[in-house]
């Protein structure tokens, strides 16, 4: 049998109260529709401020990039068990933690020979820790102000706590067994998480072939919207079928991303 557990609502949503929202002992409710949607959130609480008064928010339009020799992304993904939640946001794959390692965020001078089971990345001389990957749609980022169908986040943080979003715009085209995958094994109500230890999934299939990207400092795009955050977007799309993104669309209920942000003084970096 596939599906080794389903844990409604409480649970599920508690984890992802703690995780997202760890200093604040009540999490404020946020959306992507009407009052609690995008325009408002600077407007929810204190906490969320960023939203509306930050100067390096995300996501933003891509056209007036700087082509510049930037360092090779080193992917070591690897494979782990199904663990995806519908936190009413989006559709969501926590990555786990192997024994040996204990925490998300490398000691200082660990290289990739240190985690054999678990996702990485190197970047700029960083090590990072895959910690999740989620779906946006449409997608966040843009070029000339034009949305691809989809985009993906997998989210990595290194020994300090600084975090590296690696985005991948998702274009319509042909059928897409890795996500048919991942879509088979999503929870159908918000609240819900699925986990499966039977099959395994690794995020590497997601990923376009050629590997040049686009890089800037942004922040998180969603709430409180925390800044710092290291942005690649890869050129190439991966493809997926329009099926597929309209069953992604119905299990989300409503469009999930947040219009692009003023880029201010900031520079957006593309690999050449």
């Given at each position: 049998?596939?599906?080794?557990?389903?844990?409604?609502?409480?649970?599920?949503?508690?984890?992802?109260?703690?995780?997202?929202?760890?200093?604040?002992?009540?999490p404020i409710p946020w959306g992507y529709e009407g009052d609690h949607g995008p325009l408002h959130w600077?407007?929810?609480?204190?906490?969320?401020?960023?939203?509306?008064?930050?100067m390096a928010q995300s996501p933003v339009d891509l056209l007036q990039s700087r082509p510049l020799s930037l360092d090779e992304i080193v992917f070591s993904y690897k494979d782990a068990p199904f663990h995806v939640i519908n936190n009413g946001h989006t559709l969501?794959?926590?990555?786990?933690?192997?024994?040996?390692?204990?925490?998300?965020?490398?000691?200082?001078?660990?290289?990739?020979?240190?985690?054999?089971?678990?996702?990485?990345?190197?970047?700029?001389?960083?090590?990072?820790?895959?910690?999740?990957?989620?779906?946006?749609?449409p997608s966040e980022h843009t070029i000339d102000h034009k949305h691809y169908p989809m985009e993906l986040h997998l989210v990595h943080h290194n020994e300090r706590h600084?975090?590296?979003?690696?985005?991948?715009?998702?274009?319509?085209?042909?059928?897409n067994p890795f996500f048919e995958t991942f879509l088979n094994h999503a929870p159908q109500k918000a609240g819900e998480f699925i986990e499966d230890r039977s099959h395994l999934i690794n995020p590497s299939d997601l990923l376009p072939k050629r590997r040049s990207y686009y890089s800037y400092f942004g922040s998180y795009t969603t709430p409180p919207c925390h800044e710092g955050v290291l942005w690649t977007i890869m050129h190439d799309p991966i493809e997926v079928s329009a099926e597929q993104i309209q069953k992604f669309r119905s299990l989300v209920g409503h469009d999930n991303a947040r219009p692009v942000q003023p880029l201010h003084k900031r520079f957006v970096l593309e690999s050449n």
């Open positions: 049998m596939r599906v080794l557990s389903i844990m409604v609502a409480a649970s599920a949503l508690t984890i992802l109260a703690n995780f997202s929202y760890a200093h604040e002992s009540h600077g407007n929810l609480g204190p906490e969320f401020s960023l939203c509306e008064k930050g969501q794959e926590l990555e786990p933690i192997s024994e040996t390692v204990k925490s998300r965020y490398p000691k200082h001078g660990q290289t990739m020979l240190h985690f054999d089971k678990d996702s990485t990345i190197m970047l700029h001389g960083d090590l990072y820790l895959l910690e999740q990957f989620h779906f946006h749609a600084e975090a590296a979003v690696v985005a991948v715009f998702m274009m319509e085209g042909k059928h």
